[in-house]
């Protein structure tokens, strides 16, 4: 196989983040040597999350063995993982805020035509539901568990408990037409063609607040093996809550 080198679109504070708790996780576990030092780990993490890399370009590119990379990147994303926010956490957060904005994006995942449950209907393909919170400043404070990708947003928020914690901390939420029928705190656009006028400004206004929310859940899948993933679906969520943190970590 050949072998190139690359760049990574993140700063260096990224990887002095993961390396530090890479060396945190190392010193808990008592390690006492691994094939690559801690901040060749962090960096072929980086790579795997930021730029999709396999398994086996990273190995070959590295000159490790293929588990010796799934060892490092299972055991940096459970690390990470454990670092995300909770929902009260990032409720907590919120509550300085003026509002919220609420959004879904389904996951692209490698299934068949047989896993229907992981179908979404609304965008014609397998994947996982994920839910996410954007501040006003357009940061991510939280995002949720993966859900089968059949799950609809309004019903994927109450399962998560998002309503319930908007209502519980008074807090006002902007969403999309999808989430009609959440609650009087959550404020979508009118739905329908002939609207009368103060409506379509209405729709006007809320869209622009809510191009804020579309614009984090898009810099999110900047990193792009949440474009595709094709591991276990089990595996899903913590890989989430691993691109958050080291997402909030860059930006």
């Given at each position: 196989?050949?072998?190139?080198?690359?760049?990574?679109?993140?700063?260096?504070?990224?990887?002095?983040?993961?390396?530090?708790?890479?060396?945190?996780?190392?010193?808990?576990?008592?390690?006492?040597?691994?094939?690559?030092?801690?901040?060749?780990?962090?960096?072929?993490?980086?790579?795997?999350?930021?730029?999709?890399?396999?398994?086996?370009?990273?190995?070959?590119?590295?000159?490790?063995?293929?588990?010796?990379?799934?060892?490092?990147?299972?055991?940096?994303?459970?690390?990470?993982?454990?670092?995300?926010?909770?929902?009260?956490e990032a409720m907590t957060t919120a509550r300085t805020?003026?509002?919220?904005?609420?959004?879904?994006?389904?996951?692209?995942?490698?299934?068949?035509?047989?896993?229907?449950?992981?179908?979404?209907?609304?965008?014609?393909?397998?994947?996982?539901?994920?839910?996410?919170?954007?501040?006003?400043?357009?940061?991510?404070?939280?995002?949720?568990?993966?859900?089968?990708?059949?799950?609809?947003?309004?019903?994927?928020a109450r399962t998560h408990g998002i309503i319930d914690?908007?209502?519980?901390?008074?807090?006002?939420?902007?969403?999309?037409?999808?989430?009609?029928?959440?609650?009087?705190?959550?404020?979508?656009?009118?739905?329908?063609?002939?609207?009368?006028?103060?409506?379509?400004?209405?729709?006007?206004?809320?869209?622009?607040?809510?191009?804020?929310?579309?614009?984090?859940?898009?810099?999110?899948?900047?990193?792009?093996?949440?474009?595709?993933?094709?591991?276990?679906?089990?595996?899903?969520?913590?890989i989430v809550k691993a691109v958050l943190v080291l997402?909030?970590?860059?930006?």
């Amino acid at each position: 196989m050949l072998v190139y080198p690359s760049s990574i679109d993140l700063s260096s504070r990224t990887l002095r983040y993961l390396t530090g708790q890479r060396g945190v996780r190392r010193r808990e576990i008592g390690t006492r040597w691994r094939r690559l030092a801690a901040g060749r780990q962090a960096l072929l993490v980086l790579a795997h999350l930021r730029c999709g890399d396999t398994y086996a370009q990273l190995a070959a590119g590295f000159g490790i063995a293929i588990a010796t990379v799934y060892r490092s990147v299972r055991e940096s994303v459970d690390v990470l993982a454990a670092l995300a926010p909770t929902l009260d956490e990032a409720m907590t957060t919120a509550r300085t805020k003026a509002f919220v904005i609420l959004d879904g994006t389904l996951l692209p995942i490698d299934r068949i035509a047989a896993d229907s449950p992981y179908y979404s209907g609304k965008h014609k393909r397998h994947g996982m539901n994920v839910q996410a919170l954007t501040d006003p400043f357009g940061r991510l404070p939280w995002a949720s568990p993966a859900l089968p990708g059949s799950t609809h947003d309004p019903t994927a928020a109450r399962t998560h408990g998002i309503i319930d914690a908007l209502a519980h901390a008074g807090l006002k939420c902007w969403a999309d037409k999808a989430y009609q029928g959440a609650g009087r705190l959550v404020r979508v656009p009118f739905r329908g063609r002939r609207l009368k006028r103060w409506k379509r400004r209405h729709n006007t206004t809320h869209a622009k607040i809510r191009c804020v929310g579309e614009q984090a859940m898009a810099a999110l899948k900047g990193w792009r093996l949440l474009r595709k993933l094709r591991c276990s679906t089990n595996r899903i969520t913590d890989i989430v809550k691993a691109v958050l943190v080291l997402h909030r970590t860059s930006a």
